[in-house]
């Protein structure tokens, strides 16, 4: 996964990146996080900023954070300050956003993005997260001729995942943002679904003279809502100032938006600086104070985590680097794997049927894996009829697609069916001669020594079949029809 280079310019990037925090209630307030309510339904006087209403900190708030941040390898501080971040805007009706500035939550994590050409991890570092409240929205497209507000958002409990200007290429970025989700849904933080606004991201982007140490000038993209857009954006904006850049002129400090549908950023306004903001203590909070033996107890509780759950896949069940890499895309994926492993005694099988049939079966069917028909203790049981030799693959395969629609007994399926793998050499010679007779010019090729067609003669009689025939005992007599 190499560094983005453009006529001698090479790529910086930094990601902030919003994630909500699975709660009932809001940050500060107990008016309800549900999405999809009617507009300014989930409103109070907090939310309203009508004065004299005071906030009050959600305790599980502070939990899920911690947790988040804990899996991200950071440190915990002990005690964290609440700031009051100020600017105007339409749908903050307090005019500043409760936020942390200089004394967050946690600093000083890392997460892997992708490898690197030699197979070495490439580790992102994570400068900072913190806690703070998230704002309303404001609806441009709904009302004809006018804006409205929507309230429901603001004050939602959010913490801000910051990284360090380490990543050099949209993959990189892509990576990154990808293990990040999976750290999230692992460590049950927030449902990270960014349809729904529940994770955003927002770039900073410069380039540099290849070989240079030191930073150009970026600018930010605001509130990418989906991984290719966040990979698209950033090559496009790279290669923006990349032109400038060779044209001699200087990039110019500035928020963006990205535009979908033309594939184009275009400018939102001027890039603010910290000091634009007026931080100062949020007079109503006390400092956030956490004990440091709570501290422990929320990592003790963690997870077991993607990286160390794939390096034991590959080591306790003898899966290969990728298998490992898809079983732990989510946990449920994961532990139905461990579970299936466990019941049919072989992992190397229960891993290919997973991310086989199974998860083509869930596709196809637009389904969530936890609504895949067939129990496990069934697919176990489809699966100890291969390894014992009752069934061929393919006929293992038909049994489980006639599971997927009505629940039965394996073995009674594959007695009904005339699935049972039939060995005897009367039978599958009878089957290899009814092939070659309606393959006559395939059969004349393999005859005449083209041995390379022997597959697709096997995969023929296994068709006739119905997928009962032995295809060890196949290949060996149709190996000695072609000596």
Known sequence: MSSAVTDGFELVVGLEVHVQLKT???????????????????????TLGLPGVLPVLNAHVVELATRAALALGCVVHPVSIFARKHYFYPDLPKGYQISQFDRPLATHGRLPAGRAADGSPIMIGVTRAHLEEDAGKSIHDRYQGWSAIDL?????????????????????????????KQILEYTDVSDANMEEGSLRVDVN????????????TKTEIKNLNSFSAVERAIDVEFARQCAILRAGNRVEQQTLLWDQQRQTVRPARSKEGSHDYRYFP????????????????????????PVAKRERFIAQHGCSAAEAEQLVATQALAARFEALAAACGDSKRAATWMLGP????????????????????????????????????????????????????ARAVAEREGLLKVSDDAALVGWIDEVLAENPAEAARYLGGERRLQGVLVGLVMKKSKGSADPKKVNALLAARGA
């Open 205 to 216: 982007i410069s380039a540099r003279p290849l070989g240079s140490t030191a930073f150009g």
């Open 358 to 409: 199974v998860l083509a079966a869930v596709n196809a069917r637009g389904i969530a894996l936890h609504d895949y028909p067939v129990s496990i203790a069934r697919l176990a049981a489809v699966i100890r009829l291969e390894i014992d030799g009752v069934v061929s693959n393919t006929a293992a395969r038909q049994i489980l697609a006639m599971l997927e629609e009505k629940d039965e007994d």
């Open 282 to 305: 949020e007079p109503d909070l006390p400092p956030l104070v956490l004990d440091p033996e709570w501290i422990e107890a929320q990592r003790t509780a963690l997870p077991e985590l």
């Open 24 to 46: 009932a209630s809001k940050i500060f307030c107990g008016a309800s996080t549900s999405f999809g309510d009617p507009v300014n339904s989930n409103t109070d006087p907090y």
């Open 152 to 180: 429901n958002r603001a004050g939602v409990p959010l913490i801000e995942i910051v990284s360090e200007p380490d990543i050099r290429s949209a993959q990189q970025a892509g990576a990154y943002l990808r293990g990040l």
